[in-house]
């Protein structure tokens, strides 16, 4: 199985900050990778899939970046609704896997 | 627009066989996508569980395919889960998605919480 790198499992960061969040694949999985949001108590919502492509109604401030095994969710400008736990999610084989997680608190 | 529900029981004992219903609407046979699940412990990460496509294409995770069966209900659109000899390490929010195995699921249920206690 591929293994999916999430660290740090929380990072702070306060309103109008620009946060990157990492995910590293322990193999090459191209740009088989996808980012979801999840807030307490819901389902995760996808945001970006396939490293950067963003989803229909999702803000612009959101970003994927990288290809390979280095992959970057990028969130300017934070905004209230941003604090939530983020996960990324390689599609490149089967099983699918996903990261640990990480927690995006108000500093 | 795609919705899914989960439904099911929320308390099953040890050994026991859980069957989780998802009811979903708006996947149309033609768009590629399947249903599937996926679960998480309390305070843990997201496990894919299975998927099964519009035409009965099975998938399920390794590591559980000895326990899990997926099966679907065109004509009610619902997929049924079920998952044998149930342990705590079972218990978890199960989620209904929708999606493809080779890009991302794109819609998720709002889940339910098992919990696998004596």
Same mark, same amino acid.
């Given at each position: 199985?591929?293994?999916?790198?999430q660290s740090p499992?929380?990072?702070?960061a306060?309103?109008?900050?620009?946060?990157?969040?990492?995910?590293?694949?322990?193999?090459n999985i191209?740009?088989?990778?996808?980012?979801?949001?999840?807030?307490?108590?819901k389902?995760?919502?996808?945001?970006?899939?396939?490293?950067?492509?963003?989803?229909?109604?999702?803000?612009?401030?959101?970003?994927? !970046?990288g290809?390979?095994?280095?992959?970057? *969710?990028?969130?300017?400008?934070?905004q209230?609704?941003?604090?939530?736990?983020?996960y990324?999610?390689? !599609?490149?084989?089967?099983?699918?896997?996903?990261?640990?997680?990480?927690?995006?608190?108000?500093? | 627009?795609i919705?899914?529900?989960?439904s099911?029981?929320?308390?099953?004992?040890?050994?026991?066989? *859980?069957t989780l219903?998802?009811?979903? !609407?708006?996947?149309?046979?033609?768009s590629?996508?399947?249903?599937?699940?996926?679960r998480?412990p309390?305070?843990?990460?997201?496990?894919?569980?299975?998927?099964?496509?519009w035409?009965?294409?099975?998938r399920?995770?390794?590591?559980?395919?000895n326990?899990l069966?997926?099966?679907?209900?065109?004509s009610?659109n619902?997929v049924?889960?079920t998952?044998?000899?149930?342990?705590?390490v079972?218990?978890?929010?199960?989620?209904?998605?929708?999606?493809?195995?080779?890009?991302?699921?794109?819609?998720?249920?709002?889940g339910?919480?098992?919990?696998?206690?004596?």
């Amino acid at each position: 199985d591929i293994q999916m790198t999430q660290s740090p499992s929380s990072l702070s960061a306060s309103l109008g900050d620009r946060v990157t969040i990492p995910c590293r694949a322990s193999q090459n999985i191209r740009n088989y990778l996808n980012w979801y949001q999840q807030k307490p108590g819901k389902g995760p919502k996808l945001l970006i899939s396939a490293a950067s492509s963003l989803q229909s109604g999702v803000p612009s401030r959101f970003s994927g !970046s990288g290809s390979g095994t280095d992959f970057t *969710l990028t969130i300017s400008n934070l905004q209230p609704e941003d604090f939530a736990t983020y996960y990324c999610q390689q !599609s490149y084989s089967t099983p699918v896997t996903f990261g640990q997680g990480t927690k995006l608190e108000i500093k | 627009q795609i919705t899914l529900k989960e439904s099911g029981p929320t308390l099953v004992k040890p050994t026991q066989t *859980l069957t989780l219903t998802c009811s979903f !609407s708006g996947i149309s046979k033609y768009s590629g996508l399947g249903v599937g699940w996926i679960r998480q412990p309390p305070g843990k990460a997201l496990e894919w569980l299975a998927l099964i496509y519009w035409d009965d294409d099975k998938r399920y995770s390794p590591s559980l395919m000895n326990r899990l069966t997926i099966t679907k209900d065109t004509s009610k659109n619902q997929v049924v889960l079920t998952m044998t000899n149930m342990d705590p390490v079972d218990t978890a929010t199960y989620y209904c998605v929708s999606g493809s195995l080779v890009t991302s699921f794109d819609s998720w249920g709002q889940g339910t919480l098992v919990t696998v206690s004596s």
